[in-house]
């Protein structure tokens, strides 16, 4: 991702002209628009309650980027003080899971795809370190 406009670039209007606090990025063919709160404590008196068995199943309201390695962005994670909430999980179609929170309580899933003799291992390690969670069906 490139980041087009936002703290420290030149320019004071996002790609499309909109004169909003927030960062913008664009890679591929997908672009992200990043906003900051103006009223300190709105976003979080908006958020969703979700139950902990939501959170663990993923079965929530979240957003979703596929990564090539899920180890990388575990370790990433934990190094930034940023826990799971949900998964590990290894749905039928042999993609992998894991869900966390952003700063502003919003779910975003990260997940990857296995070839099948390792989504089995996944499977058997996730259900050994008894983190499993309900196995999700298998996408369409």
Not at 74 to 83: D, F, M, N, S, T
Request: charged content about 25%; proline content about 6%.
């Amino acid at each position: 991702m490139v980041l087009l406009h936002g703290p420290g670039n030149v320019g004071d209007t996002s790609p499309v002209g909109l004169h909003l606090p927030g960062v913008y990025y664009r890679g591929g063919g997908a672009e992200v628009h990043i906003f900051v709160e103006t009223t300190v404590g709105r976003t979080a008196s908006l958020r969703q309650g979700w139950s902990e068995e939501e959170l663990r199943s993923g079965y929530c309201s979240h957003f979703a980027f596929r990564v090539d390695d899920l180890d990388e962005y575990r370790k990433r994670l934990a190094e930034h003080g940023v826990p799971l909430v949900g998964g590990p999980r290894v749905r039928g179609d042999d993609v992998e899971q894991i869900y966390c929170a952003d700063p502003d309580g919003n779910i975003v899933e990260l997940l990857t795809q296995l070839d099948g003799h390792t989504a089995e291992r996944r499977r058997r390690e996730i259900i050994e370190s008894g983190q499993s969670v309900p196995i999700a069906p298998s996408c369409c």
